[in-house]
């Protein structure tokens, strides 16, 4: 089993145009390849769960302040370091989506 950890600064339940193409690629590659797990590491910028299963797709959300609301957000550091360290073994592939995201460094 193949692991893929995307890293997006928002994702659903927050909707636009990189987060739908995001969304649709994964998706895709899910249905022609069910044998992959796709987890995607975002901001929590509308207070959801901070785990959630969204049609096969693992979301991880970290808190964070909005800076500029549905713009730009940065990471509570220590929930970022804890994700990524916590799980930087358990991935085959990680597919950073923008530049900008701080934890892609």
């Not at 893929?4 to 994702?11: D, H, K, N, Y």
């Not at 994964?26 to 069910?34: E, Q, S, T």
């Not at 220590?78 to 995201?101: G, K, M, P, V, W």
Request: aromatic letters at 16%; glycine letters at 2%.
């Amino acid at each position: 089993m193949k692991k893929i950890l995307v890293i997006t600064p928002f994702f659903y339940p927050h909707i636009g145009g990189s987060e739908r193409y995001m969304e649709e690629l994964y998706l895709f590659l899910r249905k022609k390849h069910p044998e992959i797990d796709v987890d995607v590491l975002c901001y929590n910028t509308n207070k959801v769960s901070k785990k959630e299963s969204y049609q096969g797709l693992n979301i991880y959300r970290i808190p964070c302040w909005n800076i500029l609301p549905d713009q730009f957000s940065l990471p509570n550091p220590a929930s970022l370091i804890q994700f990524l360290f916590s799980e930087r073994n358990s991935y085959d592939l990680i597919h950073c989506s923008t530049r900008f995201f701080d934890s892609s460094c």
